[in-house]
């Protein structure tokens, strides 16, 4: 394209084709009135026309109106629905297109040429409208939607010229090759028309590479991972941006377009993946219970994950690859692999993955029903709902294993020997794992201990708050969860405090001082215990004289109590009436006193000082 020889035949190519157009017009105009057939299809080519300016000019500020409605009202699925609404930005400017295109075909009049420039219109206002529906949702001209960047509201405003002017330009190169093609010009021809369109596209194709690194730049430290991805394309989109022209100009005409639009047409694509991740996260939080973490969910991830396995294909088909390459590849991966005499393929796969969903997904509503609709009608207690709640969704898993297995066609026998030796290491890894496992079976089975017992397992004391077959959690007095092995309660001292019922007993202990009336002590400690709320009067309390201990004489009330988890309260409240009552009466409660007794206590008297060699008297 360099060789000044070719560029009068480019611009000459250009004039002929236009040119031609309009004869090829001006000849059918004058065809179909002569014939009347021009007067017959006005009326349905300018109603076609009437419509297409329209949804043209109109079309998308209606759309854009609508969804700026729907996003000030508000509310749970705002997300969703912009997204939604922001899709009639494409479907209305396309139709208004595709309406344009008819009527204009509708006239008549034009010829081989014009036909096909009026037939690719459609297809090439698609980079226009794309680009433009892309730039608007990352590129938000409003502050309430920062967008997928990380940038400015200047740098979205660029972005937005820049995608405009890549999508107007790569409309244009659509026209301008069509209008080439339908002659009969050269190759050279074909690139000196094609290399301003080219510089253009890299030029804006360049901006955007330096957008996607500002956004790296400006991201921080929330997505390091995605942000160091976007750097990466953004790079590569700079130097497919230099490369291309260089390759053009140098004669290389094919490389430059097969490395400058699929390279641009993977960003797009790469865009729409963007754009369909946050649709999922979104619709995952409109339809959970926690809408503010529909991001840090894991099923939104894996739905995105499978989103971009499906663009792999489409990608493959942007680069060159042909249908029937992946037709064959396709076949192949059905096909499978062999492992011993059974052959499993991605086909076993999804069906077991379809037969194991739905029956889990089964196993999980019955188990729903039951602790919701059935179990609480019945006379059952709660530790024994949790524990048949728990034993069914073991029994529903094994069996939607089992039934995913047979459906899916998967022979086992051949994997004996895998098994028997995934046997023997679970016997030695495992061991632990699988004891927990059987524990967990027969305390749900047995039930020795239930959900909200108050229970005491070596050190720890608290209440049960779940029992799995792993493990069980107990929540202390402290507030603090504590997470006990499953075997340590089977095969452990457990003390089981409210297990059947929350009776219990308490036992206060008190000293008086010796020489007090043991009788009188003996009736007001009685007194006391009785008239507490707490303890049960039948069996009534009693009251032992215990000891006649060091320093007082030792006495104990024994009183059982309506709920034993009021314990501690109810012993603080009787220790306060026993220091009252014992204070009216006079009887005093002693604290402990020790005598000293010294061996050699002339060891603490002064020494005397010590007298001089010379006597004062006889000197």
């Not at 059974?342 to 999804?350: A, G």
């Not at 006391?528 to 201990?549: D, K, R, Y």
């Amino acid at each position: 394209p360099l060789n000044p020889e070719n560029w009068p035949l480019g611009l000459t190519a250009l004039w002929k084709g236009s040119k031609a157009i309009w004869v090829e017009a001006k000849a059918g105009y004058m065809t179909d009135m002569r014939n009347g057939s021009f007067k017959t299809n006005l009326p349905r080519a300018l109603l076609l026309l009437a419509l297409a300016l329209v949804l043209l000019l109109r079309g998308r500020i209606w759309a854009m109106q609508l969804q700026s409605w729907i996003v000030h009202r508000g509310g749970r699925g705002v997300g969703v629905w912009r997204f939604i609404l922001s899709l009639l930005q494409i479907v209305v400017p396309l139709a208004g297109l595709q309406t344009l295109s008819a009527g204009l075909l509708a006239l008549s009049i034009a010829g081989f040429r014009g036909t096909t420039v009026i037939e690719v219109l459609p297809a090439a206002g698609l980079f226009l409208i794309t680009g433009r529906w892309l730039s608007v949702h990352f590129f938000p001209a409003h502050d309430d939607d920062g967008g997928p960047l990380a940038l400015t509201v200047s740098q979205r405003r660029k972005g937005r010229r820049i995608v405009f002017g890549l999508g107007s330009t790569l409309m244009l190169g659509t026209l301008l090759l069509t209008l080439i093609g339908s002659g009969d010009s050269s190759a050279a021809v074909a690139a000196v028309v094609v290399l301003p369109i080219q510089f253009l596209t890299c030029y804006f194709l360049f901006r955007l590479g330096r957008l996607m690194q500002r956004h790296a730049h400006n991201g921080g430290v929330q997505h390091p991972y995605r942000d160091r991805i976007l750097g990466v394309l953004g790079r590569g989109a700079m130097l497919v941006a230099l490369a291309a022209p260089v390759l053009a100009m140098a004669g290389y005409a094919n490389a430059a377009e097969r490395i400058l639009g699929p390279s641009i047409v993977t960003l797009a694509l790469l865009g729409v993946l963007v754009l369909l991740q946050r649709l999922v996260f979104d619709t995952y939080s409109m339809f959970s219970d926690t809408p503010d973490h529909g991001r840090e969910a894991l099923a939104p991830m894996l739905i995105g994950f499978v989103l971009l396995l499906g663009a792999l294909p489409f990608l493959a088909l942007i680069w060159g690859a042909r249908t029937a390459d992946l037709a064959e590849l396709w076949t192949r991966f059905r096909e499978g692999f062999a492992m011993g005499e059974t052959r499993i393929s991605p086909t076993d796969f999804l069906t077991f993955a379809i037969i194991f969903t739905f029956g889990y997904m089964l196993t999980r509503l019955v188990q729903g029903v039951l602790r919701s609709t059935v179990l609480p009608k019945t006379r059952i207690d709660a530790g024994g709902q949790t524990a048949l709640v728990s034993g069914l969704g073991y029994v529903g898993i094994f069996l939607a294993t089992l039934a995913a297995i047979t459906g899916a066609g998967i022979n086992l026998s051949s994997l004996a020997i895998v098994a028997g030796a995934l046997s023997v290491g679970i016997g030695f890894g495992l061991q632990n794992i699988v004891s927990n496992f059987v524990s967990g079976i027969i305390l749900l089975i047995e039930r020795p201990i239930s959900q909200g017992d108050w229970i005491e397992v070596g050190n720890q004391m608290g209440f049960v708050r779940d029992i799995s077959v792993r493990s069980t959690r107990i929540e202390t007095f402290d507030r603090t969860d504590v997470i006990i092995p499953t075997a340590d309660l089977v095969s452990g001292q457990v003390i089981n405090w409210t297990r059947g019922n929350s009776v219990g007993r308490v036992i206060v202990a008190v000293g008086v001082a010796y020489g007090s009336d043991v009788e009188k002590v003996s009736g007001i400690l009685r007194e006391i215990a009785e008239a507490h709320p707490m303890v049960l009067l039948s069996p009534p309390p009693n009251v032992f004289f215990q000891a006649f201990g060091a320093d007082s004489l030792n006495f104990e009330i024994r009183a059982i109590l309506r709920d034993v988890l009021f314990v501690t309260q109810t012993k603080s409240e009787l220790n306060t009436e026993i220091a009252r009552r014992f204070a009216a009466e006079g009887i005093e409660i002693p604290f402990q006193q020790r005598d000293i007794w010294l061996r050699n206590p002339e060891v603490l008297q002064p020494k005397p000082a010590p007298k001089s060699d010379e006597d004062p008297t006889t000197a």
